[in-house]
């Protein structure tokens, strides 16, 4: 058992020793902060370490089934055209259902609106004939609402969607310059692909309503225990063995 020491300082001596200890206490308190601090990255660098090769390698099979989905029905579109007898130039997705309507996926590229040097021939036929309407305060507003439609963005493209306004008011008009300006104005439409995608439905069972099948890292969340894909049994396992040769 230890003895206890019984020390007499002065008051000055007294303060000196509790600031002291105050400063030991600050110390050690930094010290261990410091070591949480170097524990902590380490921690990090060590989930990093792991996750970071998983996500490489989950992005490499997504990769690798997108190219092979894309792919196969690349196959089925060829098929597709010969059916049908032509090809559907101009067409940047496609949906694909089975006989049993339980299973859909479409398949398309994301596209920019991007326009020839033409266009700006089109537009300017189109505007002449526009204006050439507004003759009275009512024929200007409308005249103005027209116009609109030829507005573009801060990169000067046209939007397409509205050229395909514009094309529904040439087709009723009896004016061929105007008639001949939107035909230019969509000869010059050069849309640019950017990326692909993929949407996946199935038929719910329950419901009957098609539900999508989350492919992002972000919608897999809403993933539920029922919407999770069956595991091979060992009964099929078996069976799937049996059919080998």
Do not use: C
């Not at 090769?53 to 029905?73: A, H, M, Y």
Request: net charge negative.
């Amino acid at each position: 058992m230890s003895e206890k020491t019984q020390v007499t300082m002065t008051a000055e001596q007294l303060a000196k020793w509790e600031a002291f200890q105050e400063a030991e206490k600050k110390k050690e308190a930094a010290e261990r902060r410091k070591q949480q601090r170097e524990t902590y990255a380490q921690l990090v660098d060590q989930e990093l370490e792991t996750a970071l090769p998983e996500l490489r390698s989950l992005s490499e099979q997504i990769k690798t089934v997108k190219d092979t989905v894309f792919g196969n029905f690349d196959t089925v579109l060829k098929m597709k055209a010969e059916v049908v007898g032509f090809k559907e130039d101009g067409q940047w997705s496609h949906t694909f259902t089975n006989q049993d309507s339980t299973m859909r996926l479409t398949l398309g590229v994301n596209t920019v609106d991007g326009w020839g040097d033409m266009v700006t021939a089109g537009i300017a036929m189109v505007r002449k004939y526009i204006e050439s309407l507004a003759t009275d305060a009512k024929t200007k507003t409308l005249v103005q609402t027209v116009l609109r439609l030829l507005s573009t963005d801060k990169q000067g493209n046209l939007n397409a969607s509205r050229v395909l306004q514009l094309q529904k008011l040439a087709d009723e008009s009896d004016d061929d310059q105007f008639k001949e300006g939107v035909k230019i104005i969509r000869e010059s439409y050069q849309p640019t692909a950017t990326r692909r995608y993929i949407r996946a439905q199935y038929r719910d069972k329950g419901t009957g309503a098609w539900r999508n099948i989350p492919l992002g890292i972000t919608d897999v969340d809403l993933l539920t225990e029922e919407e999770k894909a069956p595991e091979a049994t060992a009964e099929a396992d078996e069976t799937e063995a049996k059919a080998e040769p």
